[in-house]
């Protein structure tokens, strides 16, 4: 359907306005991490005398090389271990035929739709009685497997050729052998997608690390960016030189992995 | 190489029972081949012998060794799967050698015997390649290469050229055949093409619901077929079968369509019978005195050079067996609606009870 000219122009309008309103913080954003301390409260977008100020304040006021050895090392850890008990289970899920099987995917898929805060609290007691607080352990442990990559991964393994399978059997594989070299390197784009899930969820997790985390040595950097907003006095730009910091990654992650995600929904979108 | 034995086999998939009471023996360096309608349990039967499914009931031999409980992976089988089943993330020579990669058989072993499989089916200048860069008939020669690396006891195809076009069928099946010669491999291969079945096999097993129908050399099979079943499903156009009844008078027995007579040996049953005929011995009468003479108007015409495929209007038989093919060698020049008088020997007729089983003798 052809729509009217000014159909049309009003629909441009108000996608503009939705892009200009995400990009707009975004550039605010950028664009405070490079003024000096002065230019921040004088209005206008731009630096007047650019400075890479507020990014050595960063290292120099908090203990931000820790929080991204933290953040980097627990959330790496956390996507291996769920994509590779994601892997495990769904395999289990997929091609084993067991009692109870289907209610245990059923609590599996159960445990998806319970919100987080809930689980929130007997975890953190756990913690501490295991003595894990403040320490990687409490970061990582909880969080090694997760519902979305099991039900994801199942889902593939499902749909994955059975002759495939078959004809690594004949061939003399076993179960490990077919899972890890005939049908993990055929789920490329669907590992790829969960890793840019997986890794985003980690790295910008906020709650359940301000809770288990104390001391600055095993903070992440989304808590240690908390550090530049005090009461006698908030640095905005030091806080925005952080964000950009902790926006790289995860940026960086998505590009590495976009082009194999991208195939994922266009094969599942001419599959479906 | 080694001998094949399936004793008593039963498959039930809940409660429908996909193979039932299969037996049957395969020597050593045979090429069998199960054939039949889908779902017939063919490819049932041969991913029990694979080790891909578990039989219900029965037992598997495989050279003497009850193999029913071994795993697929120690049978020493090796299978051509009806879509290759390459595997997509692997060149050519990967997938040909992944077994032997996995029996951890030294690099340098496994490069000669990649090259000499690949030098046999003639792939060896396609090693690097991936599965999706190659046509259908050159995945199918990776996947018969990927069975015979591993010099199994015997080979299972299922299906292996169906996906193929008919000209790069026939040579295809021509080289599987040489092949397994040249290898005396014993070899078990399904197929629910009658022609694959007839061309290739040493004997053919001929499958329905399950069970076996008959076992024969393919060309007992084609001249002494047990049922109405197995005449239809060996030759190509089908046997025609003309329904009518076999009547006793005065000593003797005939077999009755409405007006059409054809003499019975005295001994066959009275009652509802079959009279089977392959298109091919459908002749226009010329001479043969002891021909069955019948005329019929023609319907449709099938030229194919060699031959013409005729399909007459008999006008004698019931309704649901009015027409018959005939199969006249050479080019006949025929308008539909021509009468053309045909005859047959009652020596290439067959005839079935009204269960559908062959009635040995019947003709004079």
């Not at chain 1, 899972?179 to 997608?193: D, E, H």
């Amino acid at each position: 359907m052809q729509l009217s000219r000014p159909m049309c122009i009003a629909g441009h309008i108000v996608l503009l306005a939705i892009c200009l309103s995400i990009l707009f913080p975004m550039a605010i954003v950028l664009t405070t991490a490079f003024k000096p301390m002065n230019e921040i409260y004088a209005g206008g977008l731009l630096p007047q005398a650019p400075t890479l100020e507020n990014f050595k304040r960063l290292f120099e006021k908090t203990a931000f090389g820790w929080y991204i050895w933290n953040s980097s090392g627990t959330t790496f850890l956390r996507v291996i271990g769920q994509l590779v008990i994601g892997v495990l289970a769904a395999y289990a899920f997929a091609r084993f035929r067991f009692p109870y099987r289907d209610a245990l995917f059923g609590l599996v898929l159960g445990a998806m739709m319970i919100p987080q805060v809930l689980t929130m609290l007997p975890i953190y007691i756990m913690m501490a009685q295991l003595g894990w607080f403040d320490t990687w352990w409490a970061l990582i442990v909880p969080n090694l497997a997760t519902p979305i990559a099991v039900f994801l991964l199942r889902q593939h393994m499902m749909s994955f050729p059975n002759e495939l399978i078959d004809a690594a059997q004949m061939d003399g594989a076993g179960h490990w052998t077919t899972l890890w070299r005939v049908i993990v390197p055929n789920l490329g784009p669907a590992l790829a997608a969960l890793t840019i899930i997986i890794f985003i969820d980690s790295w910008n997790e906020y709650f359940w690390p301000l809770l288990v985390t104390e001391s600055a040595q095993s903070r992440t950097i989304q808590i240690g960016l908390r550090e530049f907003l005090q009461e006698d006095m908030n640095d905005y730009g030091a806080l925005m030189a952080g964000i950009i910091v902790a926006s790289l990654p995860a940026i960086a992650v998505f590009l590495f992995f976009q082009r194999r995600v991208m195939d994922t929904f266009v094969s599942s979108g001419l599959k479906g | 190489m080694a001998s094949i034995s399936f004793r008593n086999i039963n498959k039930f998939y809940e409660a429908s029972q996909a193979v039932a009471d299969f037996n049957l023996e395969i020597a050593d360096g045979e090429f069998v081949v199960l054939v039949g309608p889908s779902g017939c349990g063919k490819t049932t039967s041969l991913r029990m012998l694979a080790g891909l499914e578990q039989p219900t009931g029965g037992r598997i031999y495989l050279g003497g060794q009850d193999i029913t409980d071994v795993p697929s992976k120690s049978r020493a089988l090796a299978m051509v799967f009806q879509s290759y089943a390459l595997y997509p993330h692997m060149t050519v020579a990967e997938n040909i050698s992944f077994a032997l990669t996995l029996q951890k058989v030294p690099k340098s072993e496994i490069a000669r015997q990649v090259q000499q499989a690949a030098a046999l089916l003639g792939i060896d200048h396609l090693l690097s390649r991936k599965p999706r860069a190659l046509s259908g008939g050159q995945r199918q020669r990776v996947a018969v290469a990927r069975a015979i690396i591993r010099n199994p006891q015997a080979f299972l195809f299922d299906e292996p050229l169906s996906n193929l076009d008919a000209k790069l069928r026939h040579s295809a099946r021509v080289e599987i055949r040489k092949l397994q010669q040249n290898l005396g491999t014993t070899t078990v291969y399904v197929t629910h093409d009658q022609i694959e079945a007839m061309t290739m096999a040493d004997r053919i097993v001929v499958m329905e619901g399950g069970r076996i129908r008959q076992v024969g050399t393919p060309m007992e099979l084609y001249r002494n077929p047990n049922s109405k079943f197995v005449a239809s499903f060996l030759g190509s156009p089908p046997t025609n079968f003309i329904d009518g009844e076999c009547v006793h008078e005065n000593g003797s027995a005939r077999f009755v369509a409405e007006s059409m007579e054809i003499p019975l040996n005295p001994m066959t049953a009275s009652g509802p019978v079959t009279v089977g005929i392959r298109p091919e011995h459908i002749t226009p009468v010329k001479t043969a005195s002891d021909q069955i003479r019948i005329s019929g108007g023609v319907r449709f015409v099938e030229a194919l050079g060699a031959e013409t495929l005729v399909d007459l209007d008999l006008g004698v038989a019931p309704a649901a067996s009015r027409t018959v093919t005939a199969r006249l060698a050479g080019q006949h020049n025929l308008a539909a609606g021509t009468k053309l008088e045909i005859g047959f020997s009652p020596r290439d007729m067959m005839l079935f009870d009204a269960q559908g089983n062959a009635v040995s003798g019947a003709f004079c």
